[in-house]
Nanobody, 122 residues
């Protein structure tokens, strides 16, 4: 029943910036972790950035210092600000929301958006 809708992708030259948005149909307080993943052609999906309910953030080494994940609770939206983009950042970017019980017990719920294409030209 949860829907995640990404937007903000596009074509940008190397060194440019994009801001991705992920709008959730449910309150983002419902989720333990929200994050952004990406998948380039022929490669596995990888975690780019995440943010916990407590506000802790984590980033892949490849984007650290360039990307910033943030949220707007009132709008039920998570953002990914991407600066200093490189051609290797080209991928489909997916929003993810994870919900699980305390101490890893109980059901686990893992939701995904349909993705937004980011293409960085050199």
């Amino acid at each position: 029943q949860v829907q995640l809708v990404e937007s903000g992708g596009g074509l940008v030259q190397a060194g440019g910036s994009l801001r991705l948005s992920c709008a959730s149909s449910q309150s983002i307080f419902s989720f333990n972790v929200m994050g952004w993943y990406r998948q380039a052609p022929g490669k596995q999906r990888e975690l780019v950035a995440s943010i916990t309910g407590g506000g802790s953030r984590d980033y892949a080494d490849s984007v650290k210092g360039r990307f910033t994940i943030s949220r707007d609770n009132a709008k039920n939206t998570v953002y990914l600000q991407m600066n200093s983009l490189k051609p290797e950042d080209t991928a489909v970017y997916y929003c993810n929301a994870l919900k699980y019980g305390d101490y890893g017990l109980g059901p686990r719920y893992d939701y995904w958006g349909q993705g937004t294409q980011v293409t960085v030209s050199s």
